[in-house]
C-alpha cells in the first residue's frame, strides 16, 4: 500500500520536427518516489518556458544530454520545498532548478542550477523566474560582461519583445545607451516604444533590414546582443563600428531546423570590423550575479525596470505555451502557473521566513 503522493508531468511523446507540437507531449501522472537522503521535494509554481528546451529535444548533443522519448521534459521551475532530507534546505525554502514540466519535482544535492531564492516582500513570486531570475540576469551579464555597454553608445537588440530582449533593452536605456529593437510584428514594435527603446525596426515589414538598420543607427552599432542568429546577424555584422562587440546569447532562428542552419555571408567583417563574438551561460558567471541581482531588484522595486509576463494557467497548458513562444507568439516571459501556487499560498510550509 502506497502513501506517496501523486505527480503529473508532461513527457516526451515523440521528437519534433522544425516547429514543435502540443502533441510532441504527453501528460502522466505518477507517484512522487520517497527521498533519499540528500534529496528534496518540490511543488513547482512555475515552469519556466526557454527556448532552450527545444533544444534538449532533438537528438543532438549540446551542453546538456537530450531528452529521451518517455522522459519528463526538462526545464527550469520555481518551487516550495515540500519534503526534505537535505540539511542545507528546509521544508519551505523557494527554490529554483533546472527541474522539468512536473507538479512535483524530486531534486538531489547536485541538481542543475538549484539555488535558493530569497524573494523580497512586495514583489510577485514569478518575476523570481523572469526579470530576477535568469532572464533578468543573462540580460545584465550579456549587456555589461560581454558587450561591456557605456553611456552614448548605440546597441542593437533582436528578439527585442522577448523575454530576455526586453529586459536588455530597459537596461541598456537606463544605462545611458541608444537603443534599438529588432521585433518580428507592428505590435511589438509599439511594445518596445512604450518601454523606452528609442527606436523599432519590423524584420518582417520589408526586405530591407539592412536599411532599417542603417536609418536606425546613423553612426554604426557599438553591440549587438543578439538571440536569434540567421540572417538578422548577418545584417547586423557589417554595421557595427570598429571594435564593436557581438553578444551571442541565442540563436532562435535556428532552434526548430538545426539540421539546415542558414549560412551567414558576413563573417569576414568580423575582421574588417576588428569585433569581437562572444558567446556565453549565465550561470558561469556566478561572480557576478549578485551584483545583478541587486540592481535589477533594485529597478523593479523602484519601478525603472518594468517586468512583460505572459502567464499561462495549468500545467495542461505547458505545451502550448512552450509551441506559442517558439512560433513568435509571446512577448515577455512565458510562464506556466500551476494551480498548486494557490493551495500552497495559503500552506504553512509557504511562509518565507
Ligand atoms: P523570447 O525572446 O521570449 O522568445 C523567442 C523570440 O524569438 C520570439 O518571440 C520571436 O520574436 C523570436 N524569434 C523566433 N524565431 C525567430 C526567427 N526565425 N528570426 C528572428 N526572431 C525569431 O525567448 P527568451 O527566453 O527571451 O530567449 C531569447 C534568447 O536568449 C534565446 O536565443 C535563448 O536561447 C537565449 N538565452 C540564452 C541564455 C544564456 O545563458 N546564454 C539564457 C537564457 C536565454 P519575434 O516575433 O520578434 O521574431
Redesign the pocket.
Known amino acids: 500500500m502506497s502513501h506517496r503522493p501523486l505527480s503529473r508531468r508532461f513527457v516526451l511523446e515523440q521528437r519534433p520536427v522544425g516547429q514543435p507540437r502540443a502533441s510532441d507531449f504527453r501528460l502522466m501522472t505518477s507517484e512522487v518516489p520517497a527521498l533519499r537522503d540528500g534529496e528534496v521535494s518540490l511543488a513547482n509554481l512555475f515552469l519556466?518556458?526557454?527556448?532552450?528546451i527545444r533544444?534538449f529535444l532533438d537528438d543532438r548533443k549540446s551542453y546538456l544530454p537530450p531528452v529521451a522519448i518517455g522522459e519528463t521534459v526538462r526545464g527550469m521551475t520555481l518551487g516550495r520545498v515540500l519534503e526534505s532530507r537535505n540539511p542545507a534546505i528546509r521544508e519551505g525554502a523557494l527554490i529554483r532548478a533546472l527541474a522539468g514540466w512536473q507538479e512535483i519535482s524530486v531534486l538531489g544535492p547536485d541538481a542543475l542550477g538549484l539555488e535558493i531564492v530569497n524573494p523580497a516582500a512586495g514583489i510577485p513570486l514569478e518575476h523570481y523566474m523572469g526579470v530576477l531570475g535568469?532572464?533578468g540576469?543573462?540580460a545584465w551579464?550579456?549587456l555589461h560582461e560581454i558587450g561591456r555597454i557605456g553611456s552614448g553608445q548605440t546597441v542593437v537588440i533582436?528578439?527585442?519583445?522577448?523575454?530576455?530582449?526586453?529586459?536588455a533593452g530597459q537596461l541598456a536605456a537606463l544605462h545611458g545607451c541608444r537603443v534599438v529593437g529588432?521585433?518580428?510584428?507592428a505590435a511589438?514594435a509599439a511594445h518596445i516604444t512604450a518601454l523606452g527603446f528609442h527606436a523599432a525596426i519590423?524584420?518582417?515589414a520589408g526586405p530591407d533590414l539592412d536599411a532599417a538598420v542603417r536609418d536606425a543607427c546613423p553612426d554604426g552599432v557599438d553591440v549587438y546582443f543578439?538571440?536569434?542568429?540567421?540572417?538578422?546577424l548577418e545584417a547586423l555584422l557589417p554595421l557595427m563600428r570598429e571594435h564593436g562587440r557581438v553578444v551571442?546569447?541565442?540563436?532562435?532562428?535556428?532552434?526548430?531546423h538545426q539540421d539546415a542552419p542558414y549560412a551567414v555571408r558576413t563573417l569576414w567583417q568580423i575582421l574588417v570590423k576588428r569585433l569581437t563574438v562572444r558567446?556565453?551561460?549565465?550561470?558561469?558567471h556566478a561572480d557576478r550575479i549578485p551584483l545583478a541581482q541587486a540592481q535589477l531588484g533594485e529597478w523593479v522595486r523602484t519601478g525603472a525596470l518594468r517586468p512583460l509576463d505572459?502567464i499561462h494557467e495549468g500545467i495542461e497548458s505547458a505545451p502550448t505555451a512552450f509551441v506559442a513562444?517558439?512560433?513568435?507568439?509571446?512577448?515577455?516571459?512565458?510562464l506556466v502557473r500551476l494551480e498548486s501556487t494557490h493551495h500552497h499560498a495559503h500552506h504553512p510550509l509557504s511562509r518565507a521566513d
Open positions: 519556466s518556458m526557454d527556448p532552450a533544444g535568469p532572464t540576469l543573462t551579464i550579456g533582436s528578439a527585442a519583445a522577448g523575454a530576455v530582449g526586453s529586459v529588432i521585433v518580428g510584428s511589438k519590423d524584420y518582417r543578439d538571440n536569434v542568429g540567421g540572417p538578422i551571442v546569447c541565442g540563436m532562435v532562428s535556428e532552434y526548430n558567446g556565453f551561460l549565465t550561470y558561469e505572459n513562444l517558439m512560433s513568435g507568439a509571446t512577448v515577455g516571459k512565458t
